[in-house]
């Protein structure tokens, strides 16, 4: 992936990049649950580390992590998983 790859989908989401987009969380799912839908709907180029983590920690983006190995340091300088 180039720089203008990696420039191309800091302004999509994981909702788009890692279809099916998911459905939202039932109205009883906890504070977790809803931030990791959450942010699946912001922009790559808009999430923090602290957010990053979090995905990380609930798996979600460890399948395009593993489809791509330098897929998050290609979005996030200097990221080692």
């Given at each position: 992936?180039?720089?203008?790859?990696?420039?191309?989908?800091?302004?999509?989401?994981?909702?788009?990049?890692?279809?099916?987009?998911?459905?939202?969380?039932?109205?009883?799912?906890?504070?977790?649950?809803?931030?990791?839908?959450e942010l699946r709907r912001v922009p790559?180029?808009?999430?923090?580390?602290?957010?990053?983590?979090?995905?990380?920690?609930?798996?979600?983006?460890?399948?395009?992590?593993?489809?791509?190995?330098?897929?998050?340091?290609?979005?996030?300088?200097?990221?080692?998983?």
């Open positions: 992936m180039g720089p203008m790859d990696r420039l191309l989908h800091l302004n999509r989401t994981l909702d788009e990049l890692d279809p099916p987009r998911w459905v939202p969380p039932a109205a009883d799912a906890t504070h977790l649950v809803r931030t990791v839908h790559l180029g808009e999430l923090g580390a602290a957010d990053l983590r979090t995905l990380l920690s609930q798996a979600v983006v460890t399948g395009m992590a593993q489809q791509n190995p330098r897929w998050l340091a290609s979005i996030w300088r200097g990221f080692v998983m």
